[in-house]
């Protein structure tokens, strides 16, 4: 059996988890079992992936394993943007090729109805709003993506509001930006509680088993995972655990784990609300791909995401999350001026998946070992849809958004160490600085 050498150990500070309704999780997995799929990893990927194989082969068990509690990991840490829209850091407009673009619109939108219906079933409560959001500038580097986006926009077809900094205030309370891109499509989400709820509601003939990391993998005729307490054989194994792929042996030296972090406030009271003004809840990102992302919730929180460090071994430092800590005070005191007394209630960090030519992975990995890997941080839609599509491939489904995401590219090979640690970490420290006072 191969050990695996990294596992999650996220911090315990994440705003989203301590405020969603608390649950017990599911027991984590004693003694030897068998199952004929076995999902490793129970983000927003692998409870999609869970939930689908599970209605397509209602008369197999389906085993999903989680190394931490669910909620608690990178899906439950993100900002909660569900994006329609093509999100390709990697092109001037965002948009990239038209071709790709619109394939992209049309998983991600997917990807929105199914979150949707699972939350309408279920009635998770995970405060989901049709809010739209705001990319917003304030840089001249900033102001010209914005620009850029406009036409990337125009040319796929999808509709956007620009609004100017006078007008700003009455949407978002602070008037720090110059100018901001309005796009109606995505949908906000608290993120804990949806993966939470999304857990707690996966078809009977789905088993979970929580706090249950799998520690040795042996691949063969039937793959064998070991955990603290025994084994699983799997005729099929799904791996859904983004880039902690590359212990179990896959797309090694092509995934990169990006943390990046986030502070959230306790409620504003009453008149903290009336000074701030604006709309009672929105999300900013920012127009630089280095910038801030902001929201405020439903709970009257404002949460400030900035801060990307490259941590190979999928665990951020005390000392990260200290000066992202700084960073999110000096990001807020930027834009809340007029609150200057509201402090942060959490900081944390999470693990993003990044490839270098931004490109996810969907399909096989080897026989009988398949995955749907690498979000290039817009795991709420990319995630959601893998999953859900790569149960449909397993069940033998071909279609034009399964063959799109078998045939697209794969995320591509790096640099040999130590020139990928020093080629990363120099270009998140100069994009950092070059976004100014965006970050
Ligand atoms: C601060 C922050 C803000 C973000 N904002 C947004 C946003 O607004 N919108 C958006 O779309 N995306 C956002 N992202 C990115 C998004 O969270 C990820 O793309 C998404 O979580 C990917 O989902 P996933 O299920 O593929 O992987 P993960 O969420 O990483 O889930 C993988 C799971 O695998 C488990 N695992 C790993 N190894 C093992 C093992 N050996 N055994 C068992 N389990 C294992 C992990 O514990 C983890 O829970 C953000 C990320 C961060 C950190």
Redesign the pocket.
């Known amino acids: 059996m191969s050990t ?1 050498k990294h ?2 150990k996220d911090n315990l500070a994440c705003g989203w988890y301590h405020t969603s309704a608390k649950r017990t999780p599911k027991p984590a997995l004693t003694g030897n079992i068998a199952a004929r799929f076995v999902v ?7 409870l999609a992936a869970a939930r689908q194989l599970g209605l397509r082969f209602p008369n197999d068990e389906i085993v999903l ?4 509690e669910v909620g608690f ?3 439950g ?7 329609d829209l093509p999100h390709d850091v990697g092109s001037d407009d965002y948009i990239g090729e038209i071709n790709s673009a619109r394939h992209q619109l049309r998983l991600q939108k997917q990807a929105q109805e199914i979150i949707k219906s699972v939350v309408a079933e279920h009635n998770i409560d995970c405060g989901l709003e049709h809010a739209g959001k705001y990319q917003a500038a304030i840089e001249p580097e900033g102001l010209a993506v914005l620009e850029s986006y406009k036409s990337g926009l125009e040319r796929l077809g999808e509709s956007y509001t620009i609004i100017e900094q006078d007008e700003l205030p009455q949407h978002l309370g602070t008037s720090f930006y110059k100018r901001a891109l309005f796009t109606p499509g995505t949908i906000l989400i608290q ?1 804990s509680a949806y993966v939470k709820g999304a857990a707690d509601s996966l078809p009977a003939n789905v088993t979970l088993y929580e706090n ?4 040795s993998v042996d691949y063969g005729a039937k793959v064998t995972l070991g955990h603290a307490h025994g084994t699983i054989q799997a005729d099929k194994l799904v791996l ?3 880039a ?1 792929a590359s ?1 179990f042996g896959f797309l090694k030296n092509r995934l990169l784990p990006i ?4 502070s959230m406030t306790r409620p504003l009271n009453e008149e903290e609300q009336a000074a701030l003004g604006g709309k009672s809840t929105w999300g900013i990102i920012p127009a630089h791909p280095f910038g801030t ?1 902001l929201r405020r919730t439903p709970d009257n929180r404002l949460l400030v ?1 900035n801060s990307m460090t490259f941590n190979p071994n999928g665990k951020c430092t005390d000392a990260h999350l200290k000066t992202a800590y700084q960073r999110h005070v000096q990001s807020y005191q930027n834009r809340f001026p007029m609150l200057p007394n509201v402090e942060f209630e959490y900081t944390w ?5 990044l490839s270098r030519n931004h490109m996810t992975f969907f399909g096989e990995l080897a026989p009988n070992v398949y995955g749907s ?1 690498c ?1 290039n ?7 959601t849809i893998g999953g859900h599509l790569l149960a449909d491939w397993l069940a033998g489904d071909r279609n034009e958004s399964i063959d799109y995401l078998l045939n697209a590219e794969k995320p591509c090979a790096n640099p040999p160490e130590p020139l990928l640690s020093t080629g990363v970490n120099a270009n998140l420290m100069l994009g950092q600085r070059k976004a100014g006072l965006e970050a």
């Open positions: 695996i596992l999650p490793v990893g129970a983000g927003l990927t692998g394993v989680e190394a931490q990991g990178t899906s840490r993100n900002s909660g943007f569900a994006i993120p249950t990391a799998i520690t859904t655990n983004n902690f212990s943390f990046t972090y986030a992302t995401r960090g999470g693990a993003m998946c890997l979000c941080g817009l795991g709420i839609t990319r995630g």
